[in-house]
């Protein structure tokens, strides 16, 4: 299984930026799917999760700022991040947790997202 994310890259403050990731290879179902994200020197943390059925959940410094999305029949999974803060800077990962012969947890290579000030 491979999680392949794109749509990072450098916004001012106050900007927008859509990320996206598919998960490719031989898997029966994906359960949660889910953003984190990571500064150098620091530990991985979430950002926002959501459920097979759609259920959502944020870190509180997002909430209102970020929405994740999901399409089921393609695999994926989306952020869209707007109203971008100079502390939202960070190497972004998504994740899933991928049903096969067992449930497994899944990680991608990971996309930068640099907020100017």
């Known amino acids: 299984v491979q999680l392949v994310e794109s749509g990072g890259g450098l916004v001012q403050t106050g900007g927008s930026l859509r990320l996206s990731c598919a998960a490719s290879?031989?898997?029966?179902?994906?359960?949660?799917m889910g953003w984190y994200r990571q500064v150098p020197g620091k530990q991985r943390d979430l950002v926002a999760t959501i459920t097979r059925g759609g259920s959502t959940n944020y870190a509180d410094s997002v909430k209102g700022r970020f929405t994740i999305s999901r399409d089921n029949a393609k695999n994926t999974v989306s952020l869209e991040m707007s109203s971008l803060k100079p502390e939202d800077t960070a190497v972004y990962y998504c994740?899933?947790?991928?049903?096969?012969?067992?449930?497994?947890?899944?990680w991608g290579q990971g996309t930068q997202v640099t907020v100017s000030s």
């Open positions: 994740n899933a947790e991928v049903r096969y012969v067992a449930t497994r947890l899944f």
């Open positions: 290879g031989r898997f029966f179902s994906i359960n949660a």
